[in-house]
């Protein structure tokens, strides 16, 4: 794909994600909260950000399909692509919508975009901070503008590693190690997760039970700032099945390459 068409790309998801972040700030002060599948929150804010952002997709690319964490029955949202075309934009309209409904600042907006199953770009944007973070394999990792890029450090004690959500009793043993011996940081957003790795605060992320929305957009971007992505087999994770996926878990570390022997060997992988 031509690198012109990647900008405007980029430039959509950018302009739509700082516009569902201002909306999700001026809404913060007065959310509806409901539940998903047991203890999940979403807000009517989680709802009205990602009509937004399709509304702007489907001006700009109405042949392109979506992906998006909300629907009106609590399962995703799954527009097919059309006219042969192999464009996806998966959305999560607010990333940590737990910390969003109670009031704190530890929340984002994610935009990926898929061609042919490869994450070719993606935007994250955390209002409260103003922080933009874009990255793809032809786009270069920023973050407002700003060269960004992974801390290759050694794995040490000093190594901060994010774990989001819970994990199985299998890993116990492996995430009691990472407590042990280095540290563990949960902002609970797995998308400011990858945000941060790429832009060096952290080493690696962890997670057992994202899905595809929490994960694209921050592929993209870590990929870009020299990140290693994996699965628990400690394979590659592309191409993802988009035309099949249906709300399907998807395990995943990322790390920084010097890091990565030591984490796996950790995690028992």
């Not at 819970?166 to 116990?172: A, E, G, L, R, T």
């Not at 998308?191 to 060096?200: E, I, R, S, V």
Request: proline fraction near 5%; glycine fraction near 8%.
């Amino acid at each position: 794909m031509h690198q012109d068409q990647i900008q405007h790309y980029v430039t959509l998801a950018s302009e739509l994600a700082v516009t569902a972040g201002q909306l999700a700030l001026k809404m913060q002060c007065d959310i509806s909260i409901d539940y998903k599948q047991g203890n999940q929150i979403v807000t009517d804010s989680d709802k009205a950000c990602q009509e937004i952002i399709l509304a702007g997709i489907k001006k700009a690319y109405p042949h392109h399909g979506f992906i998006g964490e909300e629907s009106a029955n609590h399962r995703l949202l799954k527009i097919f692509p059309q006219a042969k075309c192999d464009i996806w934009w998966v959305v999560d309209p607010i990333d940590g919508t737990r910390n969003y409904a109670h009031g704190t600042g530890q929340y984002c907006i994610s935009i990926g975009v898929v061609a042919a199953g490869i994450p070719i770009c993606g935007v994250i944007y955390e209002p409260c901070s103003q922080k933009l973070f874009i990255g793809g394999p032809k786009t270069p990792p920023t973050c407002n503008e700003i060269t960004i890029k992974c801390n290759d450090a050694p794995f040490n004690f000093d190594s901060q590693i994010a774990i989001a959500g819970s994990h199985p009793v299998d890993y116990q043993n492996g995430i009691e190690q990472i407590f042990n011996n280095h540290v563990y940081i949960n902002l609970g957003s797995a998308a400011l997760h990858f945000a941060y790795l790429a832009f060096g605060a952290f080493q690696g992320a962890i997670s057992w039970k994202l899905k595809l929305w929490d994960v694209v957009a921050g592929y993209a971007i870590c990929q870009s700032a020299g990140a290693e992505i994996i699965n628990f087999q400690n394979k590659k994770m592309t191409p993802f099945d988009l035309d099949n996926y249906q709300g399907e878990s998807v395990p995943i570390i990322s790390c920084t390459p010097h890091v990565k022997n030591g984490l796996l060997a950790a995690l028992g992988v």
